[in-house]
């Protein structure tokens, strides 16, 4: 395969290339420039036609998002999703500490083709070093006249504000984003109303990663017909991929969306294979909430479709974590049930007492204490909590039991001869009460 | 009005109500939580899921959907077609039961909602008695939250009914939830206890043993507890209210749904508004005086002493002479018959509406709300029948004063004779009225608790509490309300109704809708009562 | 009334104590009004630069918050007890936040954070006794690639071994981050280096510790 040319990363290795003028000398803002002669539903189109799938982890298109606001609107409100908190997903976080000003650039675009007067990027607060260097890059726009009033000559206006999150990985979830912006706790809404009707402060809104809006200013440079003839037909552009774990090149890499989970490990301009000749044994391949992996199953597809005919959620965020041979997949168990019972925002019962539950349950297989009926009770629990939508008012339970089933299912002879092999007699003492 | 298909039955309902109104009212047992009436929407508890018959996404074909919908979140519409009663909702509902229950202490021997808890009847209906939980349960403390309320929040479930009734009804805000997922609670901010008018609806509205009044606490199960529909006594709002009652005891008022009127709330004025029915002043048993005798006649003897006295009397000092004071305590048909006999007696008799109590200014909720976002008011005229007494009197007509004219004729002697009715559950003899009825020879005085009149009048009759009466009142709003009695007189009493119907001549028992027919027939306005809809049974 | 475990009716605050927040705190609250369609959106932004002034959030402080905000102190700490950033108690000068997230534990986060806990000689949610660090635990910091990683305040740790922690928290510019800080947040108080640039007259528990230094 030819070599990749980086789009949304190739600025990476820049020196100082979170600069205005390192960026703009190296082709910037000349997306947002072109769009700007256009009118904004020529850029919905262009968008559409690009089949810009939303890189958050739904793969939502972004131009059809764009399209419910509401054709009367007065005012719209754009809302930039940089809460990143799906483990172990870090590609917004590479993109904004090596170039914020791609996304600024698309976040006008994308301001401007949904006619937006103001736009809130909603950055987790433990980017630290990454909110500092956005804004930075916003103060640095504002200062050359690319934002505010009348952007580059044109009769669009646009206002750039930074809102730091608190610590809440359901905020990453576009209505959970919407009430935390409102300073609230950041409990998803009910649905309908969607947010493009009534959003932010009642008024129409459009939520979108900063991956997403990243791909908008080379769309319109280069247009749809050069975005669309990157990667398979469903899955359009160039696509970040985060690979962690015990590979020799952690870390983020861009591609079409035609690699596979074994290229992301093995191949060397990727993950350069295991190190120190361990040997993989699971893999998270989207984000955790999208489900594992055995070793069998690396040939899967890192696109929008391929995802689901190995049981997983879908692409998600397109990060996989490797587990090698040497970790205790009840420990892996363990440790997901605990990120979902943590995270759990507690507003449906299914999924606040549903996570919290199987926490428990995790826990106690991975101290010695399990029973084999624990994981037929876990399955049992991921299905009466999500697995099927519209048990809860977010996605989050659907997440949660993902990794939990399929790990149980695709790992269960290990997970049992682990049970088989404790200490008898030690589950039964745990009983402390009840039953 | 939609027609909507539910589990294959057509059902009428009003358009864009919640499926889940519609499929209550018509009867379906829809377990829910989060959802009430009079509060947003939610839909987070999550137990109203229903199958639902949509268009499919690619074919446009109607079919079932294979995702659950939330019923109280998708609105009726012409048409539709919706399912509770299949095993996917059916598997749902056992599996939040469970779920409920995780956490849950299990301490009904001990908790008031016992009997009355939508914990318990849904686990019944639709749980299974067996938990799977083998760990150890999360406890979360029990609080003092406020002057009035305990919060349990180890039997909370979450609904979060209560603090969006503090948002939304009170507007007062005190509630809020701590924490988040499993750890979430319902707490105050520390030292801002809930304490607001309205606050003992949060009570109501829990449907789970988690939120508890303090004055209820622990003094009955509600088994054991009978009810009578009623209507508050405590301002002129006249909320629709349930007196709760056991052993001759009321034990507590709870608000009835009565729509535009109180809705579904009452405030806590109104709702501890009861305890002067023990109180140890209560006038017990009759009193008749004729100079420095004082006996205690049967009832049955007083009707014919009473109608000879005064007969005697305006036989001696002539009609006009004769005056009565109504309360606007007294019930519709307490006044009616009171005035029958005063005006069969005397014709030229002057009637008098009594001092009507007032207190500060009305207070609108939610707090600050004006116009038609005012969900609730607490009405400054702190009687239940002012508006009602004044009808009668506009009926009767003839001769009429104020009481304060009342109050200085009589002081100057205009009046030998007159009935003088109270029930005020505070304090309400002015010197100067004590000292104008020293002028007057026949004095009936008819009131609740002990007063200075009684010690010069010929006569004293126990009133007795709105509790042990029935009758009607006419609120702010003009309608007639009628209520039952509870509980029975304290030994030795009688109701008001039962010896002022024998006085004005009527025999047998006294019964509040005969006396509203006889006075429809000729005050036509009587003809129409204002009666609350009743709820469904597994409305709450 | 033994049954009772919670006292809600006590006031966690001193009616007649002097305001907690600085004038100077106060106005940069405001000045971020326009930025928001209601006062409420505020909230967040107002609570870290608070809990950057102070150190943390005390209860005083929510009360003056939600005055400046025109909502119920209730309603302050509803929010702020959902987010798992803000301390409603005195932390340390630096908080150490040791990333538990699937990659870091598989990669050996397990022992950095059980290696932490016994060279600091506190668990996690505690504070030293000379209030140096703090330990808290976080789902994940998306510094998967660098797994293990910790942040020390807003600095980021990557890579952390076992053996590499007594070094980390030897060195005093163990929170130095190389960014230029923008002046529309402080630093943490923690921060010494940048004391100057708080600016804030703070009255913490956080402050009097620096204080007595």
């Known amino acids: 395969m030819a070599a990749f040319e980086p789009v949304l990363l190739r600025n990476r290795g820049v020196e100082q290339s979170t600069t205005l003028k390192v960026y703009e000398s190296r082709g910037g803002y000349q997306g947002v420039r072109k769009a700007l002669k256009q009118t904004p539903d020529e850029v919905v189109e262009e968008v559409k036609n690009a089949n810009l799938r939303g890189r958050g982890g739904a793969g939502f298109p972004a131009g059809v998002k764009w399209s419910f606001l509401p054709k009367d609107r007065t005012r719209t409100l754009l809302c930039v999703n940089a809460d990143e908190s799906e483990p172990p997903t870090f590609c917004n976080r590479i993109l904004m500490e090596t170039d914020p000003h791609q996304l600024i650039e698309g976040t006008i675009i994308a301001g401007f083709a949904t006619q937006s007067q103001t736009a809130y990027i909603y950055l987790r607060v433990e980017f630290h070093e990454q909110f500092h260097i956005v804004q930075k890059a916003v103060e640095e726009a504002y200062a050359a006249g690319y934002l505010g009033k009348k952007i580059f000559g044109s009769e669009y206006s646009l206002d750039i504000y930074v809102h730091r999150g608190a610590g809440a990985y359901v905020c990453g979830e576009e209505t959970g984003l919407i009430e935390s912006l409102e300073g609230k706790r950041g409990w998803p809404r009910i649905k309908p109303p969607f947010p493009a009707v009534e959003g932010l402060f009642g008024q129409p809104t459009v939520v979108n990663n900063v991956e997403t809006l990243s791909c908008l200013p080379h769309i319109l440079e280069r247009g749809a017909e050069w975005f669309t003839s990157i990667g398979p037909d469903h899955s359009a552009g160039p696509k970040l991929f985060c690979v962690s774990g015990p590979v020799k090149n952690p870390g983020c890499y861009e591609g079409p969306m035609t690699i596979s989970v074994r290229d992301l490990i093995e191949r060397n301009d990727l993950g350069g294979g295991m190190r120190d000749g361990k040997k993989v044994k699971c893999v998270l391949p989207g984000g955790v909430s999208m489900g594992a992996l055995s070793v069998d199953e690396l040939d899967m597809k890192l696109d929008f479709a391929d995802p689901r005919n190995y049981g997983l959620l879908g692409l998600g965020t397109a990060a996989a974590v490797v587990i090698d041979e040497s970790v205790d997949m009840r420990m892996v168990l363990q440790n997901l049930a605990r990120f979902y019972g943590t995270e759990s925002c507690g507003q449906c019962t299914q999924c606040r007492e549903g996570t919290s539950w199987m926490y428990k349950i995790a826990t106690r297989i991975a101290s010695g204490a399990g029973r084999i009926s624990d994981l037929d009770l876990l399955l049992e629990t991921a299905r009466n909590m999500g697995m099927m939508p519209g048990y809860s008012i977010c996605g989050l339970p659907d997440g949660a039991t993902y990794p939990i089933e399929t790990i149980i299912k695709k790992f269960r002879p290990e997970l049992e001869a682990s049970i088989n092999a404790q200490a008898p007699g030690k589950a039964e003492a745990l009983f402390t009460v009840l039953n | ?540 | 009334m033994s049954w009772i475990t919670v006292n809600r009716n006590e006031p966690a605050i001193d009616p007649n104590a002097p305001p907690i927040l600085s004038a100077a705190l106060c106005e940069k609250i405001r000045s971020l009004f326009p930025r928001y369609d209601t006062k409420r959106a505020v909230l967040l932004p107002a609570l870290h630069m608070v809990q950057d002034g102070l150190g943390h959030i005390p209860w005083q402080a929510m009360k003056e918050i939600a005055d400046i905000l025109e909502i119920h102190p209730s309603d302050v700490i509803d929010t702020i007890s959902f987010y798992t950033h803000f301390w409603t108690h005195p932390k340390g000068m630096k908080v150490i936040t040791a990333c538990r997230s699937v990659s870091c534990e598989t990669m050996g986060g397990v022992a950095v954070l059980l290696e932490l806990k016994k060279q600091l000689g506190i668990g996690e949610h505690e504070t030293t006794p000379d209030g140096r660090f703090s330990l808290v635990t976080e789902e994940c910091l998306a510094g998967c690639d660098h797994a293990p990683c910790l942040l020390i305040n807003e600095k980021l740790h990557r890579c952390v071994k076992v053996e590499d922690v007594g070094r980390i928290l030897a060195d005093d510019n163990n929170d130095r981050i190389s960014q230029k800080r923008s002046d529309l947040f402080d630093a943490p108080a923690g921060d010494s280096k940048s004391k100057d640039v708080s600016g804030l007259e703070s009255t913490s528990d956080v402050a009097e510790m620096k204080a007595s230094e």
Not at chain 2, 144 to 157: A, E, F, K
Not at chain 2, 158 to 180: A, I, K, Q, W, Y
């Open chain 2, 1 to 540: 009005m939609a027609k909507i298909i539910i589990d294959g039955q057509e059902v009428e309902c009003r358009d864009n109500i919640p499926v889940l109104q519609a499929a209550v009212d018509a009867g379906w047992d829809v377990p829910h939580y989060c959802y009430h009436p009079g509060l947003s929407i939610a839909a987070s508890c999550r137990l109203c899921l229903m199958e639902m018959k949509m268009p499919h996404p690619q074919t446009k074909e109607m079919g079932w959907a294979p995702k659950l919908m939330p019923s109280c979140q998708t609105p009726a519409r012409e048409g539709m077609e919706v399912r509770f009663a299949t095993e996917k909702v059916q598997q749902n509902q056992k599996n939040c039961m469970e779920f409920f229950l995780l956490n849950h202490p299990l301490d009904c021997p001990v908790c008031d909602q016992a009997g009355e808890c939508h914990l318990q009847d849904y686990s019944y209906k639709f749980g299974d008695p067996e938990s799977r939980m083998v760990d150890q349960k999360l406890k979360n403390p029990k609080k003092d939250i406020g002057p009035n309320t305990l919060l349990y929040s180890d039997r909370c479930v979450m609904c979060t009914r209560c603090v969006r009734f503090t948002d939304e009804v009170s507007g007062t805000h005190e509630l809020g939830l701590v924490n988040r997922g499993s750890r979430l609670e319902i707490d105050v901010f520390p030292g801002l206890p809930l304490d607001n008018p309205m606050q003992g609806n949060v009570v109501d509205i829990c449907p789970v043993g988690c939120l508890l009044d303090k004055d209820f606490l622990f003094q009955r199960r509600v088994w054991e507890l009978s009810t009578a529909s009623s209507i508050c006594p405590g301002c002129a709002t006249g909320c629709a209210i349930r007196v709760d009652h056991a052993d001759d005891k009321v034990y507590r008022l709870k608000p009835r749904y009565n729509p535009g009127i109180n809705d579904w709330w009452m405030c806590d004025e109104g709702r501890y508004g009861f305890k002067y029915i023990e109180d140890s002043k209560r006038v017990t048993s009759p009193i008749v005086r004729r100079g420095l005798d004082a006996t205690s006649p049967e009832w049955a003897d007083i009707p014919e002493i009473v109608q000879f006295r005064f007969e005697q009397h305006v036989r001696e000092n002539g009609g006009e002479k004769l005056a009565a004071v109504l309360s606007p305590f007294m019930s519709c048909e307490e006044g009616w018959l009171l005035i029958e006999f005063m005006r069969e007696t005397a014709p030229e008799c002057t009637l008098v509406m009594g001092p009507v109590p007032m207190e500060g200014d009305d207070q609108s909720f939610p707090v600050g709300a004006t116009g038609d976002k005012v969900k609730f008011t607490i009405l400054n005229e702190k009687c239940p029948n002012r508006r009602g007494v004044e009808m009668l009197l506009e009926a009767a007509g003839g001769n009429q004063c104020s009481f304060d004219e009342f109050v200085e004729k009589a002081g100057g002697g205009s009046f030998t004779a007159a009935w003088i009715v109270g029930g005020y559950p505070k304090e309400w003899v002015s010197k100067e009225l004590n000292k104008a009825t020293g002028k007057i020879d026949l004095l009936v005085v008819q009131d609740l608790l002990q007063n200075s009149l009684m010690t010069s009048a010929a006569f004293v009759f126990p009133a007795c509490s709105w509790a042990e009466r029935e009758g009607s009142f006419v609120n702010a709003g003009g309608q007639i309300q009628p209520f039952d009695w509870a509980t029975n007189p304290p030994e030795g009493g009688r109701r008001d109704g039962q010896y002022l119907y024998e006085i004005a001549g009527y025999a047998g028992l006294y019964n509040g809708e005969r006396v509203r027919k006889l006075m429809a027939a000729k005050i036509p306005a009587f003809k129409e009562i204002h009666e609350p809809p009743v709820r469904p049974v597994h409305a709450h």
